[in-house]
T-cell receptor, first 114, second 114 residues
C-alpha cells in the first residue's frame, strides 16, 4: 500500500541549530512529494514540493528537502532554526494509482529552545 | 483575497443529528478535498473532487457524504454523526488535481460529537 511515514513524533532543537525532519515513502513509482507546515490553530501551508528533476528542492522560509530514491526518503532540512519555526510539519505524497489522493505522514512537532 | 473558507470553526452536536460543514473557495480551483486530523494520525483524506459533479472516496469515507454542484463549494455532510467523528476537519483546494499542484487549506472546523 502507498504510504508516507514520519518516524519522529517530536523533535526539539536549540535556536540557531540545524534541523532535519525525516520522511519515508512507499510508492510503486516516483511520487509527488510535499512538505507542509501547520502553526497552532491554523491550516497547512506548503513549504516545498518535488515532482521530478533536481532532487534538491528549495522552499520558503529557508527550508530545503532532498529526494533520495535509493532510501525512499524526502527529508526536510534547515541550516539554522528560528524560534518562529516551531510548528508541526507534515510530509505528504501522491501518485501511482492514487491520482487525486494525497497521503499525509503522521506529523512531526518541532519545539525550538531559545 | 484568495482563500478557502470553512464554516463553522467550532461545532458541538449530539449523536445522530445531521450536520453540514461548508467549504467555499474563490480561486476557481477544480480540485477540492476534505481531511480529518487526529493526534498521532496526521491528516487523512475523506473525499475529494476533481471537478463539478466528480467526487471520489479518500481513505476514510465511512459516515460522510459530499457533493460538488458548483465549482466553488464542497460541503461535507454527516448524516448521523457519531462520537468517533469528533475531529478537526480541513477543506483544501488546488488548481487541478491534488497530485501536481499545492493545496490551499481552510482554517479548520473543530467538531465534537457527544
Amino acid at each position: 500500500a502507498q504510504s508516507v511515514t514520519q518516524p519522529d513524533i517530536h523533535i526539539t532543537v536549540s535556536e540557531g541549530a540545524s534541523l532535519e525532519l525525516r520522511c519515508n515513502y512507499s510508492y510503486g513509482a516516483t511520487p509527488y512529494l510535499f512538505w507542509y507546515v501547520q502553526s497552532p490553530g491554523q491550516g497547512l501551508q506548503l513549504l516545498l514540493k518535488y515532482f521530478s528533476g533536481d532532487t534538491l528542492v528549495q522552499g520558503i522560509k529557508g527550508f530545503e528537502a532532498e529526494f533520495k530514491r535509493s532510501q525512499s526518503s524526502f527529508n526536510l532540512r534547515k541550516p539554522s532554526v528560528h524560534w518562529s519555526d516551531a510548528a508541526e510539519y507534515f510530509c505528504a505524497g501522491a501518485g501511482g494509482t492514487s491520482y487525486g489522493k494525497l497521503t499525509f505522514g503522521q506529523g512531526t512537532i518541532l519545539t525550538v529552545h531559545p | 483575497e484568495a482563500q478557502v473558507t470553512q464554516n463553522p470553526r467550532y461545532l458541538i452536536t449530539v449523536t445522530g443529528k445531521k450536520l453540514t460543514v461548508t467549504c467555499s473557495q474563490n480561486m476557481n480551483h477544480e480540485y477540492m478535498s476534505w481531511y480529518r486530523q487526529d493526534p498521532g494520525l496526521g491528516l487523512r483524506q475523506i473525499y475529494y473532487s476533481m471537478n463539478v459533479e466528480v467526487t471520489d472516496k479518500g481513505d476514510v469515507p465511512e459516515g460522510y457524504k459530499v457533493s460538488r454542484k458548483e465549482k466553488r463549494n464542497f460541503p461535507l455532510i454527516l448524516e448521523s454523526p457519531s462520537p468517533n467523528q469528533t475531529s478537526l476537519y480541513f477543506c483544501a483546494s488546488s488548481i487541478m488535481g491534488g497530485t501536481n499542484s499545492p493545496l490551499h487549506f481552510g482554517n479548520g472546523t473543530r467538531l465534537t460529537v457527544t
